[in-house]
Structures are given as structure tokens and as C-alpha cells.
């Protein structure tokens, strides 16, 4: 089978897989298929030009997508993460060792929302590395630029369709053996900045299996479960809106979140800051 063929099949099965995963929280996933990480483990996407950010304290108008569930300023290497020196302000859906060579896609791309730019990225029927193929995962980020509420806003949300997996394999050049967890939230080294969602790192905490914290059973700003909508001021992440009254994300420090980085010392880390309230269905 000559080259072009296998360009145009790939290409197609990859068109498939976004028209065929657009239920749950996830947003319609054909407006952001602008540019595809072809199948390789520990993958980026490299800088790439956004609208300007205020990205937790950082000023920010290039970013990068990487196959591991985030989003961040600059191009950032996935098997570095485990080198505290070279993190960078990062936003991360699902930090966690994902390999796609063996089925899913991950794609970006930019468009309009409600009348605003948007930048999305989405993980969809991604599988772990080298660990239960017939597990997948299917979650998304969008940042919408937010200049009507200052130089630099914006909101950013986090949309899980189904998540199967939260371990896989270390990875291959990783002394130590231990499987990766995953792990939900942001931080900016920079700064000061870092939260992590409540059963972040904690084996299957945010699986669909559990009722309790499992992604898809809970949401923040947002009556549509699975979704975790944030507003970014000055900088800033905004305390939740409280209605009725419940309750709060205890803060996190940044020495705690490098001192998990540290101790794990491999692709997916971040430090345990609890996070997003449950929120009724009903609601």
C-alpha cells in the first residue's frame, strides 16, 4: 500500500472517530479538528500561536498540546515532566501516560462559541500506555477568550464523556516501576498557582465506576455533568459560584504540588490540592 493511500485511510478514521464521539459533556468535537497529533506515544503538538492569555499569571500567546491531557504555555515535552525545572504554566484535563498508536485521536484546533474565540483540544477513545486496550477515555478542554472582562480573561472548561482508565505502565525509561495515575487540575510554577480536582492521583477516584467522584458524576459552574467550567480574571482562577451554599476547594500551595512532582518523578505528576464540588443532576 503506497504512502498516499495510508494518508487518506488515516485520515478517515480519524474523521470517523470525531463525528462518531460527541455525546456526555463533550462540545461538538467537529469544530476542532484543525490539526491531528498523528499516532506516536509521548506526542506534541509544539508552540503555536493563541490569542493573548493571562495564563495564571503569565502572560501567554503561544501554546502547546501534547498527548498526555494538557494544555501549556510553550512547548512542553511530555517525558520531561518528571524534570521540576522545565514545568511550565500547564492546564491538565487528564495528566496522565496516554498512547494513542493503537487506536483514538487527538486533535485541536479554533473556532467560535456562543459569538466567542475559542481554542479546543480533545483526547478521544484514548487508551494507556501499554495497558487494557479495551479501556478508553474521552475528554476535552476549551478556553474561551474573555476580553469584554478585562486584558488577558478568559474561561477554560474540562468535558469528560466517559473516562475507563486512570493507570497505565510507567513509562519505558522510568526507574521506578510503579503505575501513573492520573491527575486533574493546573498549576503555574511561576507564580504560585495549583489546584487539583478531589481524587486527583487517587486510583480509580474519577473512573465512571465512581458515584461519588468520578468525572463524569459531578461538575462546577455548569448543570451539565462532566463539565467544569473556570473564569480566569487578572490571572486569576475565580472561587466557584455557591448556590446553595456547599462546599469549598481547600487551596493548594505549590510546594506541595513539586513536592508530589518530585517524589513521583515521572510523566503525570502533579501534587493532591482537593477540588470541584459534587453538583446534583437535577440541577
Known amino acids: 500500500m503506497n504512502v498516499r493511500i495510508k494518508q487518506v485511510l488515516l485520515a478517515a478514521t480519524l474523521g470517523l472517530a470525531s463525528a462518531t464521539v460527541s455525546a456526555g459533556a463533550i462540545r461538538d468535537t467537529a469544530l476542532f479538528v484543525d490539526h491531528t497529533l498523528m499516532p506516536f506515544d509521548d506526542n506534541n503538538s509544539g508552540s503555536f500561536a493563541s490569542f493573548p492569555l493571562n495564563f495564571l499569571g503569565t502572560q501567554a500567546q503561544s501554546l502547546s498540546v501534547n498527548s498526555n491531557g494538557v494544555i501549556s504555555h510553550g512547548n512542553l515535552w511530555p517525558i520531561n515532566f518528571n524534570q521540576l525545572t522545565q ?3 500547564m492546564l ?7 498512547d494513542n498508536r493503537h487506536g483514538g ?3 485541536w484546533g479554533f473556532d ?6 475559542v481554542l479546543g483540544a480533545q483526547w478521544l ?4 500506555y501499554n495497558n487494557r486496550p479495551e479501556l478508553t477515555n474521552s475528554f476535552q478542554l476549551i478556553i474561551t477568550e474573555r476580553l469584554d472582562a478585562g486584558a488577558g480573561a478568559f474561561d477554560f472548561e474540562f468535558n469528560y464523556d466517559h473516562i475507563g482508565w486512570d493507570t497505565s505502565d510507567a513509562a519505558w525509561w522510568d526507574p521506578d516501576r510503579t503505575p501513573d495515575v492520573a491527575r486533574v487540575g493546573w498549576v503555574n510554577p511561576l507564580t504560585g498557582q495549583a489546584f487539583e480536582f478531589e481524587g486527583s492521583g487517587v486510583h480509580g477516584a474519577l473512573l465512571d465506576t465512581n458515584q461519588d467522584t468520578g468525572l463524569i458524576h459531578n461538575s462546577r459552574n455548569s448543570g451539565v ?8 480574571r487578572a490571572g486569576a482562577v475565580l472561587p466557584e459560584a455557591q448556590d446553595p451554599p456547599t462546599s469549598v476547594p481547600e487551596p493548594g500551595s ?7 512532582l518530585a517524589a513521583l518523578g515521572r510523566v503525570g505528576r502533579s501534587a493532591r490540592v482537593t477540588g470541584a464540588r459534587r453538583t446534583c443532576a437535577a440541577r
Open 112 to 117: 467560535e462559541l456562543d459569538g466567542r474565540r
Open 105 to 107: 485521536v487527538i486533535q
Open 87 to 89: 514545568i511550565t504554566p
Open 254 to 260: 505549590l510546594a506541595l504540588l513539586l513536592g508530589g
Open 92 to 98: 491538565a484535563p487528564f495528566f496522565a501516560n496516554v
Open 225 to 232: 455533568m462532566g463539565r467544569y467550567v473556570f473564569e480566569v
Open 125 to 128: 477513545e484514548v487508551r494507556a
